[in-house]
């Protein structure tokens, strides 16, 4: 039960790059001000567009800032990229805690108060929330496998239920206290996506690893009822981009491996791979041999395939990554550490290498 007389200052960030999700951005909004624990602020981070920061600035100059919070539009100071604009967020934020929540998705009314209630425990540095697919209006495709729904930003199948202790906590629908990136830095521009066709990813992996390192005794949540639903777009339903994503989310482990050495870089992922996957595929398969559900072999199918498309994108990674460093960028507003170098310390802004870095 959620303690009715919590509150805690929470500034929620908001990265947006494109006017085609305008009404998306919009929905976000409104979701964050109607939280029955309000933020104390929604910073609307506009990656190097314009057009769009021009009209969300006119959107919500008269905006009113009572109960729901104050709403700031800024862009990203940072080069292009998630991680530029959430950091531009964490330098802007007013907040004792900064949450993140996606552009295209939607946050259940008490979102807020379920991650605010972890932080009870003062170890507590960063805490997340489930989040669920908005399917089109088709629905899940029968042969798409709840096993990958991180192939379209979700929580899948094969995480534990209620609020548990995690390595690392999912970008879209997460929370850190202030001080987590006071002692870690924040998210690296040398990971995650960019603007790039490619939809790379494990920017929150690498920064929640990073934090650990800085802070052993940290603790990372994730409480399944704070809950955001992420709208899936026609085109992510499409087996082509199934694969694409999977072989974008290699080339990533292999860089936070790289980045925070392949033991704590893989950790989660073994148990995912060798228990909940082969788990997967005996369902799929049990499904269509007593044709009890539409899909099983399909389903199946997607996972066999969706590991050794990953497998190949984590080896092409990897041979990448004894070709020569990659650049880590700290931007211009929150310095980020090379991964591996523990607490932040102040630097001007620019470019560092990461000693065990990678290209991708």
């Not at 709840?146 to 690392?168: H, I, K, M, Q, S």
């Not at 980020?336 to 620019?350: C, M």
Request: glycine share 14%.
């Amino acid at each position: 039960m959620i303690d009715r007389h919590l509150h805690r200052s929470f500034s929620v960030v908001v990265c947006a790059y494109t006017e085609e999700r305008w009404e998306d951005i919009l929905a976000a909004v409104a979701s964050v001000r109607d939280q029955s624990m309000p933020a104390t602020e929604t910073l609307l981070v506009v990656d190097h567009n314009e057009a769009l920061l021009e009209r969300l600035r006119a959107r919500y100059a008269s905006s009113p800032s009572a109960d729901g919070g104050e709403i700031r539009v800024m862009p990203n100071a940072g080069p292009r990229g998630l991680s530029a604009g959430r950091n531009t967020g964490i330098a802007a934020a007013r907040g004792e805690f900064v949450a993140f929540l996606d552009d295209d998705a939607v946050a259940e009314r008490d979102w807020l108060r379920y991650l605010a209630a972890g932080y009870g425990d003062p170890r507590v540095m960063a805490v997340g929330g489930r989040t669920l697919p908005a399917w089109p209006s088709g629905g899940r495709p029968v042969w798409f496998p709840e096993e990958f729904d991180w192939v379209v930003g979700c929580t899948y199948r094969g995480l534990a239920p209620g609020r548990v202790r995690v390595r690392n906590v999912l970008g879209g629908n997460a929370s850190f206290r202030r001080t987590a990136f006071e002692a870690a830095g924040g998210f690296a521009t040398g990971i995650g996506r960019d603007g790039g066709k490619r939809p790379l990813g494990c920017e929150e992996t690498e920064l929640c690893i990073r934090l650990s390192g800085a802070l052993p005794h940290a603790v990372l949540l994730i409480d399944d009822r704070a809950v955001i639903h992420h709208r899936v777009p026609p085109a992510r339903t499409r087996f082509g981009y199934f694969r694409t994503r999977a072989y974008a989310e290699g080339l990533s482990k292999a860089l936070v491996a790289r980045s925070v050495g392949a033991g704590k870089g893989l950790e989660s992922e073994r148990r995912y791979v060798t228990r909940v996957l082969p788990a997967g595929v005996a369902r799929g398969l049990r499904d269509a041999v007593r044709g009890r559900e539409r899909g099983g072999a399909g389903r199946a199918g997607a996972i066999v395939a969706g590991v050794l498309t990953t497998t190949a994108g984590y080896l092409v990674g990897g041979v990448r990554a004894r070709r020569g460093p990659v650049t880590f960028s700290s931007g211009p507003v929150v310095p980020v550490p090379a991964p591996g170098a523990g607490a932040a310390t102040a630097a001007p802004a620019g470019a560092r290498e990461s000693p065990r870095g990678a290209a991708v």
